[in-house]
């Protein structure tokens, strides 16, 4: 496999890192462009991947190539690489927010095969959430080196494009939420006389710890409470205290505002 990025902003440069350290994709077989030079030449000095004067070049060598540029530049991409990719079996792989594969298609005036990805934050530490969808033309062999490719930063899995706006607030807005948590969690304990620092660390591990159960024990989140809650101790009191102050209807408040936000964009 021939893989080409068109951009190398943070998420691309995760991707990149993912797929090289973990073997999925050896640093020679990578292609990249990026209108700053800079960024691909770092690359090119970490990784070992090829650096493209234009994305025309990108798509000219790929079989599979990320378009992982800003959403309002992509259809100028599309126009650009439209020759070079039309009716050639390349795979197309978009990773730019809320541009759908009849987007994609429309501004390529052809229909080719088209995935449209969308990591979360977390890839730069191999651990993003992502989710994808692809068109019919898009073989199960080909869905499986996407998968392979974006396995190297986390988890993927397959949805169909009708749950994406859902998905960009569970698994693209949520790490935002975390943080909010986590946050508040050290800053109580700064509260109490903790310093900072240490309070954050221990705050971030029970997160970690906290998100890794509920992947790995197969019990619902609520048993999970209740494993940890004794009798008249100090957890329930803390449950049972945000409970009262609302702060399940706040996540739930705050995922709706923010699926109203992506309809309206």
């Given amino acids: 496999m021939k893989l080409g990025f068109i951009g190398c902003g943070n998420m691309a440069s995760a991707i990149i890192s993912g797929t090289v350290k973990s073997g999925t994709v050896a640093g020679s077989d990578i292609y990249a462009f990026n209108p700053t030079e800079t960024k691909v030449n770092m690359l090119a000095e970490k990784f070992g991947i090829n650096s493209c004067k234009s994305g025309v070049e990108v798509a000219d060598i790929c079989d599979y190539i990320v378009l992982s540029v800003k959403p309002n530049v992509l259809a100028g991409v599309l126009n650009e690489i439209a020759g070079n990719v039309v009716g050639n079996g390349k795979v197309l792989i978009s990773i730019a927010a809320g541009k759908s594969i009849d987007f994609i298609a429309e501004n390529l005036n052809s229909d080719e095969k088209i995935v449209r990805v969308m990591p979360n934050i977390n890839a730069v530490v191999s651990e993003s959430c992502s ?20 396995s190297a930063v986390g988890t993927i899995t397959e949805i169909d494009e009708s749950m994406f706006p859902l998905f960009g607030v569970i698994g693209g807005c949520s790490p935002a939420f975390v943080y909010m948590f986590i946050d508040a969690l050290a800053r109580a304990g700064v509260q109490h006389g903790m310093k900072k620092e240490l309070a954050l660390k221990f705050a971030a591990q029970s997160v970690l710890g906290s998100a890794k159960t509920v992947l790995e024990s197969n019990e619902h989140p609520f048993q999970l409470i209740d494993k940890v809650c004794s009798p008249g101790g100090t957890t329930i009191e803390g449950v049972v205290s945000l409970q009262a102050d609302g702060f399940e209807s706040a996540v739930h408040n705050a995922v709706n505002k923010a699926v109203e936000k992506d309809k309206m964009l």
């Fill in 131 to 150: 989710a994808y969808c692809a068109n019919s033309l898009v073989s199960e062999n080909e869905k499986a080196e996407v998968e392979k490719l974006f």
